[in-house]
């Protein structure tokens, strides 16, 4: 049995020891307080999700007005055959990879004409040879084709994506509007505007202040179903919005530049990679704020937007008008390689928004909108994200909610993809309500928690 003294020893030990972790405890609380800027746990500045979206009321009612005018056959089958379709595209395969291939296939079928024994007529075998490698690469390289849209085709990308396309870039601007509230753009550029969706997911966040939009697409048809979409469907009434243009080409003039350029499902259009560094490059240089890039949750699309990614942070003009480098915005937390390109299986970093589609026979009430997203702007790299120097991590899949703890997939600011495990007890009350809080897409704050002391075993060793 310990004598009185020696427990009065450790007494006085846990003592000092618990008052140390409650000092540490206190201000790691008092730190984490601040991150909340005076909000609730439930709208904590990481989170970027938005409700099930609709449509405005306005761009609802003149689709749906297009739409029963024009009386399009099987207008519901050929929309969702055109929806699989978009989603399944993928990149053309550049003419180096093809011609890789080519050259590994005629080496592996020259070795086993070579190890045949008998008289050998190089000839014949050479254009035996060449006929099986052209029909080989036929048939297993992927048959890139431009989508050229005319009036009717149109009508069909309109039943079928302009919802979807709406929720995707909304959901992505709100990134912006809610990290950088004081954000007032007055100019936008649309690059492959298409029905302008962008235009009018712009319109809803900063309606207040745009003055001029310039819708930029190379299809006529397109260009005349946007407007038609402005004004209602009626070629007598004001446009919704104002100081609205529309043209097939890009502004000329390196120096006219833009407070937001976006793309969305625009690089997948684009033959090859050499047209995306150009196109990536052209828009940045019209970019004096923030540039979006919206593609499908596609590994494709996924990939294209890690090759913009890419473009903008490494390659440089040689006639420079603006100095301002390259930030990454949003969703990467850091400007290291994508873990997601390095993990196998590989997988792409995508997101999600619900909505309500167009009412068309065979609509389900709502749908998912699954889309990869990339935002750069022009600044210099902030020493401190939102949050007073807390480190914030993105939410790569759904947060899985159990009984006093929270599993979190999450991408660090480190560059490095984690499964984090929250609870109120390791990372304080704030962390853990937050994190229940959370969904897919949103930020996260990780904040370096106090390393628990084991006093019981601390006072056996005593």
Known sequence: MASPSYRACVLCQRAVVVKIMSRGMSAATQTQAAFLK???HKKHPGVTNLKTLRLPDELQTAARSIIQRARVAQLTERSQSLTNFLWSKKRAVEDFTLRQKAVSL?????EKEMQKIGDIDE???????KKKVISELKRTTYHWTPMKYDEDLALVYMAARLAGGYAAVRRALNEIQKRDPSFAPQTLLDFGSGLGTV??????CWGDTLKEMVCVDSSGPMNVLAERLLRGDDEKAEPHMKQVYFRQFLPVSPKVQFDVVAAAF????LLNAKDREEAVSTLWRKTSSYLVLVENGTKEGHQMLMEARSTLLKKQDKVVHDSRPA?????????????????RPNAPCNFQ?????LPLPGHNERLMEKFSYLIVRRAEPAEAEAGGGVDWARLIAPVLSRSRHVHCRMCCPDGHLQHLVVTARKHSRDVYRCARSSDWGDQLPIIQRVDDVDVDAQSEEE
Do not use: N
């Open 327 to 343: 930030s990454v915005f949003a969703p990467c937390p850091h400007e290291l390689t994508c873990p997601k390109l390095t993990v």
């Open 266 to 269: 625009t690089l997948s259009e």
């Open 106 to 110: 005629e080496k592996e079928l020259w």
């Open 199 to 204: 235009l009018w997911a712009s319109h809803s």
């Open 353 to 357: 928004q619900m909505y309500y589609p």
């Open 38 to 40: 005076g909000e609730p």
């Open 123 to 129: 000839e014949l075998i050479e254009d035996r040879i």
